[in-house]
C-alpha cells in the first residue's frame, strides 16, 4: 500500500507528462508530424494561424499587432505555409513538404518600426541561453506591415541552440532594445 501511495502520483506524471514533452520544438520531424503541421495549417487562413493555439504559443511580445515577433520551427514553418495557401484555395506539395521538413534551419521574425530600420543588417537578432549568445547566420528583410513596422528575419541554425534551455531574444536597433523571454518547450 506504502509502495502504492508515491508509484500512482510518479505513473500519472510520466503518462501524463509524456504527450506534453513530445509537442515541444522538434528539430527532426516525422512524416506524421509533417502532415499533422500541414493539417493544422490548412484549418486556418492567412495570419489566422497566428490566433490558433500552436500559433499563439510560437509568437512573443505583441506579435502579430505590435512589437515581437514568432519562432519558425519546422512544424510553424510548415503551418503558416500551409495556412498562407488556404488563403488562396491552394495546398502545399509534397515536394513543398519535403524541402520544409528536412530544413537545418529555423526563423526568428520580429516586428520593428520601419523607422529603424534601413537595412535588414540594422537589426540585431540575439538568442541568449546562459552565457552563449547565439547570431543569426544571415539577416534578411520579410514582409513589411501596414502600420509602418518591418519584418526582419534572423536565420538560426538549429544545432546552435539548446531546445531545453531557458531562452532570451534580443532585438536591437540603433534607436532600440528588447529582450523577451520565450520557452522553447512550449514551441511545435
Known amino acids: 500500500m506504502q509502495?502504492?501511495?508515491?508509484?500512482?502520483?510518479?505513473?500519472?506524471?510520466?503518462?501524463?507528462?509524456?504527450?506534453?514533452?513530445?509537442?515541444a520544438f522538434e528539430i527532426q520531424l516525422t512524416q506524421e508530424r509533417i502532415q499533422e503541421a500541414n493539417e493544422y495549417g490548412a484549418q486556418y487562413k492567412g495570419k489566422e494561424i497566428?490566433?490558433?493555439p500552436i500559433g499563439k504559443s510560437a509568437c512573443f511580445g505583441e506579435y502579430?499587432?505590435?512589437?515581437?515577433?514568432?519562432?519558425?520551427?519546422?512544424?510553424?514553418?510548415?503551418?503558416?505555409?500551409?495556412?498562407?495557401?488556404?488563403l488562396k484555395n491552394e495546398t502545399l506539395t509534397p515536394k513543398d513538404?519535403?524541402?520544409?521538413?528536412?530544413s537545418t534551419?529555423?526563423?526568428?521574425?520580429?516586428?520593428?518600426?520601419?523607422?529603424?530600420?534601413?537595412?535588414p543588417e540594422d537589426v540585431q537578432i540575439v538568442l541568449i541561453?546562459?552565457?552563449?549568445?547565439?547570431?543569426?547566420?544571415?539577416?534578411?528583410?520579410?514582409?513589411?506591415?501596414?502600420?509602418r513596422r518591418q519584418g526582419i528575419i534572423g536565420v538560426f541554425s538549429y544545432d546552435k541552440i539548446n531546445p531545453k534551455a531557458s531562452t532570451?531574444?534580443?532585438?536591437?536597433?540603433?534607436?532600440d532594445e528588447k529582450k523577451f523571454k520565450i520557452d522553447f518547450s512550449d514551441i511545435k
Not at 502579430?64 to 488556404?86: E, H, N, T
Not at 532570451?168 to 534607436?175: D, F, G, P, Q, Y
Open 168 to 175: 532570451s531574444i534580443m532585438v536591437k536597433t540603433r534607436n
Open 3 to 23: 509502495f502504492a501511495k508515491w508509484w500512482l502520483p510518479v505513473f500519472g506524471v510520466a503518462v501524463l507528462g509524456i504527450p506534453a514533452l513530445s509537442g
Open 50 to 52: 497566428f490566433e490558433s
Open 129 to 147: 541561453q546562459g552565457t552563449n549568445n547565439i547570431l543569426p547566420q544571415k539577416t534578411e528583410f520579410g514582409m513589411r506591415y501596414k502600420d
Open 105 to 119: 534551419t529555423f526563423n526568428v521574425i520580429v516586428s520593428i518600426p520601419e523607422e529603424n530600420v534601413q537595412n
Open 97 to 102: 513538404l519535403q524541402e520544409l521538413g528536412v
Open 64 to 86: 502579430p499587432g505590435g512589437d515581437g515577433g514568432v519562432i519558425m520551427s519546422k512544424y510553424m514553418r510548415i503551418a503558416v505555409s500551409s495556412a498562407m495557401r488556404a
